[in-house]
T-cell receptor, first 112, second 110 residues
Framework: EAQVTQNPRYLITVTGKKLTVTCSQNMNHEYMSWYRQDPGLGLRQIYYSMNVEVTDKGDVPEGYKVSRKEKRNFPLILESPSPNQTSLYFC???????????FGQGTRLTVV | GIQVEQSPPDLILQEGANSTLRCNFSDSVNNLQWFHQNPWGQLINLFYIPSGTKQNGRLSATTVATERYSLLYISSSQTTDSGVYFCAVPGSSNTGKLIFGQGTTLQVKP
């Protein structure tokens, strides 16, 4: 089944403890991106990747890192999480930029 | 940048009723998507519809690109249709970012 898989689905962590949210797609998509969704602010793009080894900042990149070593994987890294990074995170992929996007199941992160 | 507005913001239906959700966008776009965010937070693809009309079961969508709007029709609504419906279009910058409307929150009562 064609899908975008994020893990974990739910995570509660403490301030400063490094964490990684994984994202994997099995559709051979070149373009991948991360969003966060917050009440009243909607979905905002964190980082995106046009292809392997090509990543760039979105609208809210502060406090996040990404890597794209393989086409299928696009992990989101929080080196030192803070409470303001408590949010619902989505990974998305599409064949090319500005084509149909498919979203992962979401990761609900709470930083205390 | 491009603006996306959805209406109505909230909608309460009795099971079995029909509804129409609207999405207006401020600039020309080459694609548009409709999503359903279910109560568990998952974003489900409904339609990828740059123009024209598509149907999938009880749902259908129409995009009139020249007039900058899209409509999502839900017929014979069911309680499982509850959630938030978003339309999204590509942003004007070359980042691949999707610009989402603020959503229509639908509650279907049994």
């Amino acid at each position: 089944e064609a899908q975008v898989t994020q893990n974990p689905r739910y995570l509660i962590t403490v301030t400063g403890k490094k964490l990684t949210v994984t994202c994997s797609q099995n559709m051979n998509h070149e373009y991948m991106s991360w969003y966060r969704q917050d009440p009243g602010l909607g979905l905002r793009q964190i980082y995106y990747s046009m292809n392997v080894e090509v990543t760039d900042k979105g609208d809210v990149p502060e406090g996040y890192k990404v890597s794209r070593k393989e086409k299928r994987n696009f992990p989101l890294i929080l080196e030192s999480p803070s409470p303001n990074q408590t949010s619902l995170y989505f990974c998305a992929s599409s064949y090319y930029i500005n084509t149909e996007a498919f979203f992962g199941q979401g990761t609900r992160l709470t930083v205390v | 940048g491009i603006q996306v507005e959805q209406s109505p913001p909230d909608l309460i239906l009795q099971e079995g009723a029909n509804s129409t959700l609207r999405c207006n966008f401020s600039d020309s776009v080459n694609n548009l998507q409709w999503f359903h965010q279910n109560p568990w937070g998952q974003l489900i693809n409904l339609f990828y519809i740059p123009s024209g009309t598509k149907q999938n079961g009880r749902l259908s969508a129409t995009t009139v690109a020249t007039e900058r709007y899209s409509l999502l029709y839900i017929s014979s609504s069911q309680t499982t249709d509850s959630g938030v419906y978003f339309c999204a279009v590509p942003g004007s910058s070359n980042t691949g970012k999707l610009i989402f409307g603020q959503g229509t929150t639908l509650q279907v009562k049994p």
